[in-house]
């Protein structure tokens, strides 16, 4: 039986990945900044002298938080549309390689009773993906790195390259079985080339810098706020709730971006789904 590291799994570009930060931490950094600036500007207002805070200096500072509203819109707007086409993308391709196992599955029942090992190993390589994927899930509850544990805890008894090797070494009879050959080594390739695209999606979809500078400018927002809103409980406790759901669009933003741990992980259904078929 031979380790998982060594050998590259099909969802190894997906299950490596290195995270850009746990979410609940980045979205308990955003809230503490853009509640801290609403303290910010409310502290501030009791020091600014009236004569510096009359009403065209008022009119002027709302023009431009109005400004960086809509800013602040746009790139909110651009990070939850990168995460969720990233999110869409993974799990497509979770589903793609379950439906090409599948059809190769059929085939080498059609092929006969020469392609039996070919459908063990088959039904091998699908239930050491579906232990990986779900090693990963269970990992994300320990707050550990997938990439550190998974590589250690997880065996797999062949992988992508063994069966293909297998398939290869198939030796046809007749057309039909010939045929069935080539399906087989198509799907096989397909399912390369799946991977191949995994690998092109294997770091962060969530910029860095447009992140930084999103929690920047509605730390700003808040700030403004904190100097036009009245010093009282009501006001702060509303203040307190709008940095809280800032905050928790930001944990979905980034916890779609980590398809494959956390609360918004990817389902394994199609793996199991392709298990109960295959093989048998």
């Known amino acids: 039986m031979v380790h998982a590291k060594s050998r590259r799994s099909l969802l190894d570009p997906f299950l490596q990945k290195s995270t850009l930060m746990e979410p609940l931490t980045?979205?308990?950094?955003?809230?503490a900044c853009v509640f801290g600036?609403?303290?910010v500007g409310m502290?501030?207002?009791?020091?600014?002298?009236?004569?510096?805070?009359?009403?065209?200096?008022?009119?002027?500072?709302?023009l431009a938080l109005g400004l960086i509203l809509t800013m602040n819109a746009l790139v909110l707007g651009l990070l939850i549309s990168t995460a969720k086409a990233s999110y869409d993308t993974k799990r497509g391709l979770l589903a793609q390689i379950a439906a090409d196992v599948i059809l190769a599955d059929r085939s080498?029942?059609?092929y006969g009773s020469d392609a039996q090992a070919a459908r063990i190993a088959l039904r091998e390589l699908v239930t050491g993906l579906?232990?990986?994927v779900q090693s990963v899930h269970d990992l994300s509850h320990e707050n550990s790195s997938p990439k550190l544990k998974v590589n250690s805890s997880?065996?797999?008894?062949?992988?992508?390259?063994d069966f293909y090797q297998i398939v290869r070494g198939l030796s046809p009879r007749d057309d039909a079985q010939r045929a069935l050959k080539a399906e087989l080594l198509r799907i096989s390739m397909q399912v390369a080339q799946i991977?191949?695209?995994?690998?092109?999606?294997q770091s962060t979809t969530i910029p860095v810098p447009f992140l930084i500078v999103l929690i920047f400018w509605l730390t700003v927002v808040f700030i403004g706020f904190g100097l036009f809103a009245p010093t009282n409980l009501t006001v702060l406790s509303a203040l307190s709730v709008c940095a809280l759901c800032v905050a928790a669009a930001i944990f979905l933003v980034?916890?779609?971006?980590?398809?494959?741990?956390?609360?918004?992980?990817?389902?394994t259904e199609p793996l199991r789904n392709a298990l109960a078929v295959i093989g048998k």
């Not at 980034?254 to 389902?267: K, L, W, Y």
């Open 26 to 31: 980045i979205s308990l950094i955003t809230f």
């Open 37 to 39: 600036g609403t303290l």
């Open 43 to 62: 502290l501030l207002r009791m020091t600014i002298p009236e004569r510096d805070f009359n009403q065209e200096a008022q009119d002027v500072l709302k």
């Open 108 to 110: 080498l029942v059609l």
């Open 130 to 132: 579906t232990e990986q």
């Open 154 to 161: 997880v065996k797999v008894k062949i992988g992508a390259a």
């Open 195 to 201: 991977r191949a695209s995994a690998l092109t999606q």
């Open 254 to 267: 980034v916890a779609m971006d980590e398809a494959f741990v956390g609360i918004m992980r990817i389902s």
